[in-house]
């Protein structure tokens, strides 16, 4: 197992007593890039009880002191790897001098819970706490992207507690449910065609029942739409970008979200793109602007 880059290089700095206490992550790759570091990395989790990997892009700012963190979550059938190959982000967080995480959206390996379809079980683990078995044993994401990771990563790079999220589908969900289930950790929040309203449709409710149970109560706590509702503590100005030739838009529900926001009076900016559908195409042509609206809190 290797040090990350710049742990190694505080490591020669500082000699061995810095290192003392901590765990080492492995160190997969790590590639220059717009100046700055795009590293893959794997560590041992307690959230979800077995190896995790993670993109985490730095930019050349993170060689002298702690920079913000804008954590990115994908979609489904995706891993760490789709968004940090296939957005060009790194080009807008270099430019803006933030870190970029790349969580995975699962547990995976031998031993974790799976399902034959695309849509359940590893790659679709939704960024909840699965309450029910077989899932429970392993697929708590949300301790994993909200809690676990981040201490991580500020603890091993040049990363600071200063954080926004954004993401797209399955992950749009996450950033928007993450961000509003802690209110105070997190300082801008975003997301492309996420689904606003998992508890509505057939993606949500299959998944949600398997991780949560047949009672639709318990989703509420995961349901984008029903915590705008019931937000008091802090309301994050959200911006959501949707494309209306999506042919997932059924399954997203922007209009539920737009709905909910108008009656709580919760600041959201969504923008209906036309002729865009859901794929990375969409993201990249205003992949910009999401930097832009981050830029602001952070």
Known sequence: DALPIL?????RRDGPNWAKGRTIMKTISENRCFGGVQGVYSHASQATGGDMTFGLFLPEEAETG????IWYLSGLTCTHENAMTKAGAQRWAAEMGVALVFPDTSPRGEGVANDAAYDLGQGAGFYVNAT????????????????ELPNWI???????????????????HGA??????????YRSVSAFAPIAAPSQVPWGQKALTAYLGADPQAWRAWDTAELVATARQEKLHLLVDQGDADEFLAQLCPEQLQAACEAAGHPLTLRMQPGHDHSYYFIATFLGDHFDHHAKYL
């Open 132 to 147: 029910q078995a077989p899932w429970a044993a392993h697929y708590r994401m949300q301790d994993y992207v909200a809690v």
């Open 7 to 11: 742990a190694a290089d505080r490591l």
């Open 176 to 185: 928007l449910v993450t961000a509003l289930r802690h209110p105070g950790r």
């Open 66 to 69: 702690a920079v913000p963190v």
């Open 154 to 172: 500020e603890q091993h790079f040049a990363a600071s507690d200063s954080r926004g999220i954004f993401g797209h589908s399955m992950g749009g």
